[in-house]
């Protein structure tokens, strides 16, 4: 199975996938992170934050899934992931995507800062620093409608949460059909 995390930077992503991971590994099922900060910093370093890049970094992330998937791994997919045509397209192509909201509110993320880069996306527009699409300050999120999952990292601990994403993934199983 794939299972797309979706959500604002800094929201839990990485945390809930690394832990989510190691729980796996435990039980003996095996797992894959893809990771948007990793993939891109070593695969698809052409790629930046416009609408089509976004699109395309996606698009490779999910093909990428799919090749994990295909081998029995559950494949977790770490990424903002902001638009819904991106996370249409992946349903729409592989059999075993589950959505997973990850959301927490932004004036708690602009709290939490763990990379700086809320700071400088709400800096004056003529900032040299001021970052211009940040998703959730001025670039879009398209909020999942009918997510598989949904998780509050603000009001739930990392272990509330993970344990919440545990279960569903030992529990859902959809079929896999070959195509
Ligand atoms: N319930 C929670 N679940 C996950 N993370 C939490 C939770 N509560 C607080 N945090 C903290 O929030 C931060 C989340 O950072 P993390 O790198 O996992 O976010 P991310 O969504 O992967 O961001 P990015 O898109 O920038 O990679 C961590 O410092 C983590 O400790
Ligand atoms: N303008 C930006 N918007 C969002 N993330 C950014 C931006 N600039 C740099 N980043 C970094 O890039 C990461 C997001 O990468 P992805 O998750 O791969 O994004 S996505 O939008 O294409 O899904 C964030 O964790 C953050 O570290």
Request: with cysteine; net charge negative; proline share 4%.
């Amino acid at each position: 199975m794939i299972v797309l995390l979706c959500g604002l930077s800094g929201a839990g992503k990485t945390t809930l996938a690394r832990t989510i991971k190691n729980k796996l590994d435990a039980d003996g099922t095996s797992a894959e992170i893809i990771d948007g900060d990793e993939y891109r910093g070593n695969l698809f370093k052409e790629l930046g934050y416009s609408r089509e890049d976004r699109m395309e970094n996606i698009r490779r992330m999910g093909f990428i899934a799919r090749k994990f998937s295909r081998q029995g791994i559950v494949t977790i997919v770490s990424a903002i992931n902001p638009y819904a045509q991106a996370r249409a397209e992946l349903l729409s192509r592989y059999p075993d995507v589950f959505t997973v909201h990850v959301d927490c509110p932004v004036d708690v993320l602009i709290g939490r800062d763990t990379k700086g880069f809320y700071a400088k996306a709400l800096l004056p527009d003529e900032h040299p620093d001021k970052i211009k699409n940040l998703t959730g300050i001025n670039d879009q999120f398209d909020i999942p409608a009918t997510p598989d999952v949904y998780i509050n990292t603000h009001v739930n601990s990392i272990d509330d949460c993970s344990n919440m994403l545990y279960n569903f993934i030992i529990n859902a199983k959809k079929p896999v059909y070959e195509f």
